[in-house]
C-alpha cells in the first residue's frame, strides 16, 4: 500500500488522513504547530459547518461534539435590511440535520492528537518548497493542505474558473458573550443569522463552541470595501473594533443593536483580513518538475460570506480520498490529479458560483428565488437546507430558465406580491 504526505493539518489536511489511515494507508503529516500550540494561537473562525460535510466527520468517528448543544445550530434566518435598518425580505427554516460551528483551535487540537491516536505519522514542521521536494522523492503522493495564503506560490491561479482579482468584503470576526436572539416561537432553538445591507456588507452571528469549551457568538462583519460599515482596522483592540460596531449599529440597525447591546467580546478574540476569492490549478509543479495536490483552501478560497471555504474543504478531501482508495493509481502524476480535479469540479463548481451569488454577482433569477422563499416556507427550507450542498439547488437557483419552471411549480408570481 502506498505512503501518502500530507502538509497542513486544517480541515482539509486532517480528514484527508483520517481517511486514508481508515483505509490501512501510512500517512505522514506534516504541520506547524503542536496541538498545544494551536489551542493557544491567536484567534481563529468558527465556521458553521453542514450536512452532509458533516456526515463524513460522524462516519469517521471524528465528531467529538455530538451532543454538545452550544455548537450546534438548529435553524436559519436571512434578512435583506435598507441601510437604514428597515426590514425588506426575511427567509427562515430549521434545518433538517442540525448544522455545527467549533472554534477551529479546538478541533484542529483534538484532531491532531487524535490522528496520532490512530497511528498517523505527525511531523511538527513548517511546509516550504524545500520540503514539499523532498516529500516528493520520500512518498507516493503529496498533498498540500496549507490554508490560503501559505504556499500559495506553489498553484498556478485558475483564470477560468475565478471571478474575482481582489476581495470583495473587509471581515472583521469576533468571538462574543451575551447576545440576545431566539427564533420566532421556538425560543430553544439555536439560530442562525444573517442580514444583508444592500450596498453596505452583511451580518453573521451564530452560537459556537469556544475553545475555552463554552459557548459563544460568531460573528462576522463582512463590510463592502470603503462602504459604511468598512470601520474596521486591525490597529485597534477587538473591544473598541466592538464598540464602533456598536454605535454603527445604534444607528443604522437597531433591530441588530438589540442582539448585540449587552454582548462583551471573549478573550480578546477578534480578527480582521480580506480574501480574495479564487480558484486554483490543482497540481502544483515544483522547480524539479515533480509534482504536488492542493485540497481545501489551498485548491479554491471562499469568502466567508456564503460559508462554503470549510464545507468545500472538507468535501475535497473525501473526494481525493475516495479516489485513492477506489481507484488508487499506479503513479500520482498531473494527469490523475487533473482526472480528480475535473471529477470533483463537476458539484464543486456549484460552491463557487452559490458564493458569487452573494458577494456581489447576484443575478436577477437569484433574487426572485430570494424574493419566493420569503413568501413560500418550502422554498425557503429548499434554499435554507441547500446551504451545505449548493449543487442541491441545480439547476432552480443556478439558470434563469430553470427558475422560471421551478416558480411556476412553486405557483408564485412575482406580480401576485408587488
Ligand atoms: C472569519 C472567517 C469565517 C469563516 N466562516 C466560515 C463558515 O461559516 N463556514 C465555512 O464553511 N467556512 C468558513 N470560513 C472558511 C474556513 O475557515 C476555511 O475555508 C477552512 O478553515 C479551510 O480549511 P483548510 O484545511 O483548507 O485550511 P486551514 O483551516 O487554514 O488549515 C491549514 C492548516 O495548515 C497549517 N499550515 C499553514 N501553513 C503551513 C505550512 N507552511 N506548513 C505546515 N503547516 C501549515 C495551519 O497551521 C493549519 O493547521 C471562514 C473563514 C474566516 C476567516
Same mark, same amino acid.
Given at each position: 500500500m502506498k505512503h501518502i504526505a500530507i502538509v497542513g493539518a486544517g480541515q482539509a489536511g486532517l480528514q484527508l488522513g483520517f481517511e486514508l489511515l481508515a483505509k490501512g494507508y501510512e500517512v505522514t503529516m506534516y504541520t506547524e504547530k503542536t496541538a498545544q500550540e494551536m489551542l493557544n494561537a491567536t484567534s481563529m473562525p468558527a465556521p458553521i459547518q453542514f450536512y452532509p460535510s458533516?456526515?463524513?466527520?460522524?462516519?469517521?468517528?471524528?465528531?467529538?461534539? #455530538?451532543?454538545?448543544?452550544?455548537? !450546534?445550530? @438548529?435553524?436559519?434566518?436571512?434578512?435583506s435590511c435598507s441601510p437604514d435598518g428597515r426590514k425588506q425580505l426575511e427567509i427562515k427554516a430549521s434545518l433538517h440535520v442540525k448544522a455545527k460551528s467549533i472554534d477551529l483551535r479546538l478541533k484542529y487540537a483534538i484532531w491532531l492528537e487524535e490522528f496520532e491516536r490512530r497511528n498517523g505519522n505527525l511531523i511538527i514542521e513548517g511546509g516550504s518548497i &524545500?520540503?514539499?521536494?523532498?516529500?516528493?522523492? %520520500?512518498? &507516493? *503522493?503529496?498533498?498540500?493542505?496549507t490554508g490560503k495564503n501559505r504556499l500559495s506560490t506553489v498553484f498556478e491561479r485558475d483564470e477560468e474558473r475565478s471571478s474575482f482579482n481582489a476581495p470583495q468584503r473587509h471581515v472583521a470576526h469576533f468571538y462574543l458573550a451575551d447576545c440576545q436572539f431566539t427564533y420566532p416561537h421556538h425560543p430553544d432553538w439555536n439560530t442562525a443569522y444573517f442580514i444583508q445591507i444592500p450596498g453596505v456588507g452583511e451580518l453573521i452571528l451564530f452560537n459556537s463552541l469556544h475553545k475555552s469549551g463554552k459557548k459563544a457568538f460568531s460573528l462576522a462583519v463582512e463590510a463592502i470595501p470603503n462602504g459604511a460599515l468598512d470601520l474596521?482596522?486591525?490597529?485597534? &483592540?477587538?473591544?473598541?473594533?466592538?464598540?464602533?460596531? %456598536? #454605535?454603527?449599529?445604534? +444607528?443604522?440597525?437597531?433591530?441588530f443593536y438589540q442582539i448585540i447591546k449587552d454582548s462583551s467580546l471573549v478573550n480578546? @478574540?477578534?480578527?480582521?483580513? *480580506?480574501?480574495? /476569492?479564487?480558484? +486554483?490549478?490543482?497540481? #502544483?509543479? $515544483? /522547480?524539479?518538475?515533480?509534482?504536488?495536490?492542493?485540497?481545501?483552501?489551498?485548491?479554491?478560497? =471562499? @469568502?466567508?460570506?456564503?460559508?462554503?471555504?470549510?464545507? *468545500?474543504?472538507? +468535501?475535497?478531501?473525501?473526494?481525493?480520498?475516495?479516489?485513492?482508495?477506489?481507484?488508487? /493509481?499506479?503513479r500520482f502524476n498531473e494527469k490523475w490529479i487533473n482526472e480528480v480535479f475535473g471529477d470533483y469540479w463537476n458539484k464543486a463548481r456549484y460552491n463557487v458560483l =452559490?458564493?458569487?451569488?452573494?458577494?456581489?454577482?447576484? !443575478?436577477?433569477?437569484?433574487?426572485?428565488?430570494?424574493?419566493?422563499?420569503?413568501?413560500?416556507?418550502?422554498?425557503a427550507s429548499e434554499f435554507i437546507n441547500g446551504? #451545505? &450542498?449548493?449543487?442541491? $439547488?441545480?439547476?432552480? =437557483?443556478?439558470?434563469?430558465?430553470?427558475? *422560471?419552471? =421551478?416558480l411556476k411549480e412553486h405557483g408564485?408570481?412575482?406580480k401576485a406580491v408587488e
Amino acid at each position: 500500500m502506498k505512503h501518502i504526505a500530507i502538509v497542513g493539518a486544517g480541515q482539509a489536511g486532517l480528514q484527508l488522513g483520517f481517511e486514508l489511515l481508515a483505509k490501512g494507508y501510512e500517512v505522514t503529516m506534516y504541520t506547524e504547530k503542536t496541538a498545544q500550540e494551536m489551542l493557544n494561537a491567536t484567534s481563529m473562525p468558527a465556521p458553521i459547518q453542514f450536512y452532509p460535510s458533516l456526515a463524513l466527520e460522524e462516519k469517521h468517528l471524528l465528531n467529538f461534539w #455530538g451532543n454538545e448543544r452550544d455548537s !450546534q445550530v @438548529d435553524a436559519s434566518s436571512f434578512c435583506s435590511c435598507s441601510p437604514d435598518g428597515r426590514k425588506q425580505l426575511e427567509i427562515k427554516a430549521s434545518l433538517h440535520v442540525k448544522a455545527k460551528s467549533i472554534d477551529l483551535r479546538l478541533k484542529y487540537a483534538i484532531w491532531l492528537e487524535e490522528f496520532e491516536r490512530r497511528n498517523g505519522n505527525l511531523i511538527i514542521e513548517g511546509g516550504s518548497i &524545500d520540503l514539499l521536494e523532498d516529500c516528493t522523492l %520520500k512518498y &507516493d *503522493a503529496v498533498f498540500v493542505a496549507t490554508g490560503k495564503n501559505r504556499l500559495s506560490t506553489v498553484f498556478e491561479r485558475d483564470e477560468e474558473r475565478s471571478s474575482f482579482n481582489a476581495p470583495q468584503r473587509h471581515v472583521a470576526h469576533f468571538y462574543l458573550a451575551d447576545c440576545q436572539f431566539t427564533y420566532p416561537h421556538h425560543p430553544d432553538w439555536n439560530t442562525a443569522y444573517f442580514i444583508q445591507i444592500p450596498g453596505v456588507g452583511e451580518l453573521i452571528l451564530f452560537n459556537s463552541l469556544h475553545k475555552s469549551g463554552k459557548k459563544a457568538f460568531s460573528l462576522a462583519v463582512e463590510a463592502i470595501p470603503n462602504g459604511a460599515l468598512d470601520l474596521f482596522n486591525n490597529r485597534g &483592540d477587538g473591544t473598541s473594533q466592538l464598540e464602533i460596531l %456598536k #454605535g454603527y449599529a445604534k +444607528k443604522n440597525q437597531p433591530g441588530f443593536y438589540q442582539i448585540i447591546k449587552d454582548s462583551s467580546l471573549v478573550n480578546n @478574540d477578534w480578527l480582521y483580513g *480580506a480574501i480574495t /476569492p479564487e480558484v +486554483k490549478k490543482p497540481a #502544483g509543479i $515544483l /522547480p524539479s518538475g515533480r509534482v504536488v495536490m492542493a485540497i481545501g483552501d489551498a485548491l479554491t478560497t =471562499y @469568502d466567508p460570506i456564503a460559508a462554503q471555504g470549510l464545507n *468545500a474543504a472538507s +468535501k475535497s478531501a473525501h473526494h481525493v480520498a475516495k479516489w485513492i482508495y477506489t481507484n488508487e /493509481p499506479a503513479r500520482f502524476n498531473e494527469k490523475w490529479i487533473n482526472e480528480v480535479f475535473g471529477d470533483y469540479w463537476n458539484k464543486a463548481r456549484y460552491n463557487v458560483l =452559490y458564493e458569487r451569488s452573494f458577494l456581489n454577482l447576484r !443575478q436577477r433569477h437569484q433574487k426572485l428565488i430570494f424574493i419566493a422563499a420569503s413568501h413560500i416556507p418550502a422554498i425557503a427550507s429548499e434554499f435554507i437546507n441547500g446551504m #451545505g &450542498d449548493p449543487s442541491a $439547488l441545480a439547476p432552480f =437557483y443556478f439558470d434563469a430558465d430553470a427558475t *422560471a419552471s =421551478y416558480l411556476k411549480e412553486h405557483g408564485f408570481s412575482l406580480k401576485a406580491v408587488e
